[in-house]
């Protein structure tokens, strides 16, 4: 397949990420068992198209008899789950061959990641063998294709995560599994999600163009323990960077961490320095964790291009707003946001508004003299957001506090109103809602928030560091559009 | 007060931390308003001493008759909180001075730090009265004394926290707040808590040299934005630093931050790059945020001194370890840890039990080839930790993949085995544990291995900073200690 997409290429993904039929090899009816667990995750995440159940033993899944081959399979097949031991995987590439599957996802494990001459060998032959029929192969070792829109859970576990247009590779399964995981709580859904694996066949290079063209994937998020073709990668990234985000998390990093990269995912282990500075110029935004990927996600996704990097930092709700304000202040100028002095009239304005003692009258702004007046608290924040060079409104909201002040209900309305701002001036705002002691109110309130398209995170540090990755992108991309 | 403590100090601060009897200043029945909140507060957390009931206008909080002056007041009295308007204070003041009283906490705010001369010249009237009768003050604009032991919460929101052996003396209110909480969900407890206002008379550098001298105190965070006496503030750090750990995390680092610090707390702004340099070599712990001082807080208190920095990397409960593994150790080894290979004897021995396929037998260590086998993962573990250079185990455990495997009960007993494996081996045992989709269960679970002694946090990266912090201040105390 050539790293430039023809029609014939694009078809043959959209294929492969909604698969009119799924055989999975290696059920039994012990879905504690991988194969079986495949097959019945299948069917409870709601997979529209046919379903084969395969087994050497042949036997029964439920009313459906096992076929012992895919040959046996009396329909064509797109994709084959593979889950049987390794010392069989050959065999069975040869019936997918026969048969003319279309692709393969190789979940079981043993090949070239355990560093012998007898992984690395039997990877080649079942290279060989799937050729013969044109079969592409997805792994080995790999969690698999994950596709909500599809019903396409990752792994023997099912993570299905929801609907979205967030793509991810990833080298990782277990880093895939907390991927779909942290996204799904955090409202980010997904369009496509790929655990490689040893990438064998199909490589993170050639999935990128087809993520580039897909439509429906708005950004895309890498884990990457290493490539074999890196300087197509970083071409491919820089290409699709000037059209949308591309994350890059760079696993082994550490020589201690690059030491077992090898027997992970039997990748070439790759300079973490010399990555980091091809990321830079290719226009990739670098993360370093799992919680700085999904918190840029979201930020991307919530925030988007703010005008300018100037943030209004609004504190007091309602614990006192000073040394909160001030943090978080701190941290937004560390991460290379600024937040700039209010003008002298707006200045003026919050003092005839919130009074002079006890508060905070300028940038970051304590509203903590209002805390039972929301027409205050929504005024004090028109005027704060309402300055000309604002871009966004970064919120402290502590609910552990809130409620010894505000019910329930009074605290929804509250926020609605602040929603109500952001979309009047046009200027995203941003929330901060630590989570501490009030574990369910503060996810009960995030969700609401995030419904309405507003970013919460539950650190001013973490929110900082995605608001910095998200506005360093689009100043990239402006200077892109304008050379 | 000299800043060396003499007995008649020491008794002092123990009878602010203990006051036998607290009048309230500005009660009125309704306990929204902060005066009656105070007063309610201190009944509700179970303050044992005796309580008064101050307020010029007199009426009455339920059963009790409200006093008008601190002078009518039939008994004597070791602290007044007062809560009235500032206008107020310097007469009340008067009467705190010929009733001997021994301690006033101002919450009342609209002095200093409003930056004119009025606040200003207010302070020192009140400083002037309170030193006829000898009384000393805490604040103004300050939350006040929270000691749990005496039944003595923060604010007019009622913060009492647990008993425990943390102090902390926050310039910060809102601060001081979100620090009691995240210590109480974390399960860090604590000894004494000052919310030190504008601190026109006792100072950071006063509190000091008591909880250097207090055998209930083991740890003791900062938060200041500033000091009147720098010198001496990093000559006493350095001097409690040789015999208990002293976090310092610093308000107002940007200079955006240090705009408005002088109107929260009235403090000179001090440069962030000099007091960084200071609290390194005074052997402080230098902070940049909440989560940071919590985290190091709770690593101080549950894994300690740690013998060298090597660390084993246990993952792969239950989604397959490759992947987080590398990124725990990508970021301990960023925090200046080390995680070193296995011995070939102890990797030939892991080999054996786990097997080949699908493992990382080395360090980092997966075992989710084991998942559904406690005895072997448990046996894993002892080889791994069992390695004499090692001197922490850090593991990382998933539960949404995990409940999938096990059932609750199962997985309880699987912990309370590694926490056998960390006792029996004389190892700490720090477990992370992701908190989202699994909110509850993680609590549960979290909860559980505090009550054992085993430090919780939510990722790696958290964990790395903490870990490393405690492990920076023992290598800097060995070698006082040397020397």
Request: contains cysteine; proline residues 5%; hydrophobic residues 40%.
């Given at each position: 397949?050539?790293?430039?997409?023809?029609?014939?290429?694009?078809?043959?993904?959209?294929?492969?990420?909604?698969?009119?039929?799924?055989?999975?090899?290696?059920?039994?009816?012990?879905?504690?068992?991988?194969?079986?667990?495949?097959?019945?995750?299948?069917?409870?995440?709601?997979?529209?198209?046919?379903?084969?159940?395969?087994?050497?033993?042949?036997?029964?899944?439920?009313?459906?008899?096992?076929?012992?081959?895919?040959?046996?399979?009396?329909?064509?097949?797109?994709?084959?789950?593979?889950?049987?031991?390794?010392?069989?995987v050959?065999?069975?590439?040869?019936?997918?061959?026969?048969?003319?599957?279309?692709?393969?996802?190789?979940?079981?494990?043993?090949?070239?990641?355990?560093?012998?001459?007898?992984?690395?060998?039997?990877?080649?032959?079942i290279?060989?063998?799937?050729?013969?029929?044109?079969?592409?192969?997805?792994?080995?070792?790999?969690?698999?294709?994950?596709?909500?829109?599809?019903?396409?859970p990752?792994?023997?576990?099912?993570?299905?995560?929801?609907?979205?247009?967030?793509?991810?590779?990833?080298?990782s399964?277990?880093?895939?599994?907390?991927?779909?995981q942290?996204?799904?709580?955090?409202?980010?859904?997904?369009?496509?999600?790929?655990?490689?694996?040893?990438s064998?066949?199909?490589?993170?290079?050639?999935?990128?163009?087809?993520?580039?063209?897909?439509?429906?994937?708005?950004?895309?998020?890498?884990?990457?323990?290493?490539?074999?073709?890196?300087?197509?990668l970083?071409?491919?990234?820089?290409?699709?960077?000037?059209?949308?985000?591309?994350?890059?998390?760079?696993?082994?990093?550490?020589?201690?961490?690059?030491?077992?990269?090898?027997s992970?995912?039997?990748?070439?282990?790759?300079?973490?320095?010399?990555?980091?500075?091809?990321?830079?110029?290719?226009?990739?935004?670098?993360v370093?964790?799992?919680?700085?990927?999904?918190?840029?996600?979201?930020?991307?996704?919530?925030?988007?291009?703010?005008?300018?990097?100037?943030?209004?930092?609004?504190?007091?709700?309602?614990?006192?707003?000073?040394?909160?304000?001030?943090a978080?202040?701190?941290?937004?100028?560390?991460?290379?946001?600024?937040?700039?002095?209010?003008?002298?009239?707006?200045?003026?304005?919050?003092q005839?508004?919130?009074?002079?003692?006890?508060?905070?009258?300028?940038?970051?702004?304590?509203?903590?003299?209002?805390?039972?007046?929301?027409?205050?608290?929504?005024?004090?924040?028109?005027?704060?957001?309402?300055?000309?060079?604002?871009?966004?409104?970064?919120?402290?909201?502590?609910?552990?506090?809130?409620?010894?002040?505000?019910?329930?209900?009074?605290?929804?309305?509250?926020?609605?109103?602040?929603?109500?701002?952001?979309?009047?001036?046009?200027?995203?705002?941003?929330?901060?809602?630590?989570?501490?002691?009030?574990?369910?109110?503060?996810?009960?309130?995030?969700?609401e928030?995030?419904r309405?398209?507003?970013?919460?995170?539950?650190?001013?540090?973490?929110?900082?560091?995605?608001?910095?990755?998200?506005?360093?992108?689009?100043?990239?991309?402006?200077?892109?559009?304008?050379?």
């Amino acid at each position: 397949m050539s790293k430039t997409l023809s029609a014939s290429d694009f078809r043959f993904f959209e294929t492969l990420f909604h698969p009119r039929s799924i055989a999975v090899a290696g059920v039994s009816e012990n879905v504690r068992r991988p194969g079986g667990a495949f097959f019945q995750n299948l069917i409870d995440c709601g997979y529209k198209g046919k379903l084969y159940p395969v087994n050497i033993k042949g036997g029964s899944f439920g009313k459906l008899e096992i076929f012992r081959h895919v040959t046996d399979i009396p329909c064509p097949v797109d994709l084959v789950i593979v889950s049987i031991p390794r010392d069989g995987v050959r065999e069975l590439m040869r019936d997918c061959a026969a048969k003319r599957v279309k692709s393969v996802q190789i979940f079981s494990a043993g090949f070239g990641e355990l560093g012998d001459k007898e992984g690395k060998q039997l990877e080649q032959d079942i290279l060989v063998e799937a050729k013969k029929g044109g079969v592409r192969i997805v792994g080995p070792s790999s969690i698999g294709i994950g596709c909500p829109a599809s019903g396409m859970p990752l792994a023997p576990e099912g993570f299905l995560g929801e609907p979205g247009d967030v793509a991810f590779l990833c080298q990782s399964g277990s880093i895939s599994l907390e991927l779909v995981q942290v996204c799904t709580r955090r409202g980010i859904g997904l369009s496509k999600a790929v655990g490689t694996g040893n990438s064998i066949d199909l490589d993170t290079t050639d999935f990128l163009p087809y993520l580039a063209a897909d439509d429906k994937t708005k950004a895309i998020a890498l884990y990457l323990e290493g490539s074999r073709e890196s300087p197509l990668l970083f071409r491919l990234i820089e290409d699709i960077s000037k059209e949308k985000p591309v994350l890059l998390w760079k696993g082994g990093r550490s020589e201690a961490g690059q030491r077992v990269v090898s027997s992970h995912t039997a990748s070439q282990p790759s300079p973490s320095p010399r990555w980091k500075a091809l990321a830079r110029s290719s226009g990739a935004v670098w993360v370093e964790s799992l919680y700085e990927m999904t918190d840029t996600l979201l930020a991307f996704k919530k925030v988007g291009s703010f005008r300018g990097e100037d943030v209004a930092v609004v504190s007091g709700l309602a614990n006192g707003g000073g040394g909160t304000g001030i943090a978080a202040v701190d941290t937004l100028v560390a991460a290379g946001l600024s937040v700039p002095r209010f003008s002298g009239v707006v200045r003026g304005e919050l003092q005839s508004l919130l009074g002079r003692v006890g508060s905070i009258l300028d940038n970051p702004l304590d509203v903590s003299q209002a805390v039972r007046n929301p027409d205050k608290i929504e005024k004090a924040m028109m005027l704060a957001a309402g300055e000309p060079n604002i871009g966004l409104i970064l919120l402290h909201e502590n609910l552990y506090t809130l409620l010894r002040w505000l019910d329930r209900e009074q605290l929804l309305a509250m926020n609605r109103r602040f929603i109500e701002v952001s979309r009047r001036l046009k200027k995203p705002l941003v929330v901060i809602l630590p989570r501490e002691m009030v574990e369910s109110q503060s996810l009960e309130l995030e969700q609401e928030l995030c419904r309405n398209g507003i970013a919460v995170f539950p650190s001013a540090e973490r929110a900082a560091k995605a608001l910095a990755n998200v506005a360093g992108y689009y100043k990239r991309r402006s200077r892109y559009t304008l050379t």
